[in-house]
């Protein structure tokens, strides 16, 4: 079975990261989310252990110190991290993992998981993205320009990720997504299995032939 693809997605609040995790989700069914860890309070309507694992500070720094995480990181004042024994797990059996990481969280676990593709999620301007950070309605001012001032830094981190998709409508930036995993499937080293059992069987089918494997 080959090791499954941990697709990670990032970008500045108000890019529209999590509404494409959701089109993303329902257009391939068989990719799996990871549940983050995190210290923040759940908004209304988040569930434990759908939308994230809301833990306390003092757990969050346990399993820090534990290294049970592939990544952490501090977002706007809150602890957020991956569960490595989780998210390997589900690598191991084949499964493609989706993780809705931050930038510094992303680029840890590029280095630590072997074959992570980052994805890094850009507004279509950055008036555009001051104002759906309003219409939201999630934040006071002084909070918005904040999370204006943290976009400043994520997006000069861009350039690193290896695929950017504009989300300036949901379904096209929702096609774009789909075609990148449907790529990374299809890479050679993914394959290589392939590969392998043609090769088998026409070794098999060839009296004499060498086994070029």
């Not at 049970?68 to 989780?86: C, D, I, K, P, Q």
Request: proline share 4%; charged share 30%; glycine share 8%.
């Amino acid at each position: 079975m080959p090791r499954g693809i941990p697709l990670v997605l990032s970008a500045p609040s108000g890019a529209g990261k999590s509404t494409l995790v959701r089109a993303l989700r329902s257009r391939l069914p068989g990719l799996e989310f990871s549940v983050s860890h995190t210290t923040r309070r759940p908004r209304a309507g988040e569930v434990d252990g759908v939308d994230y694992h809301f833990v306390a500070l003092q757990v969050f720094e346990k399993m820090i110190g534990q290294r049970a995480f592939a990544e952490w990181a501090e977002v706007h004042g809150n602890l957020y991290g991956t569960s490595l024994e989780a998210l390997e797990t589900r690598l191991e059996r084949g499964a493609d993992v989706l993780l809705d990481i931050d930038v510094q969280g992303a680029l840890q676990l590029a280095e630590g998981v072997a074959g992570a593709v980052l994805v890094f999620v850009l507004p279509p301007s950055w008036d555009e993205l001051r104002r759906r950070l309003v219409m939201r309605g999630l934040d006071p001012a002084d909070v918005i320009e904040r999370r204006l001032a943290n976009a400043r830094g994520e997006l000069g981190q861009a350039l690193r990720y290896h695929y950017l998709v504009v989300n300036d409508r949901v379904e096209r930036a929702a096609d774009e997504l789909c075609r990148i995993v449907e790529a990374e499937r299809c890479r050679a080293g993914r394959r290589r299995d392939l590969v392998e059992a043609l090769l088998r069987e026409e070794s098999r089918a060839t009296p004499g032939a060498e086994d070029t494997l």
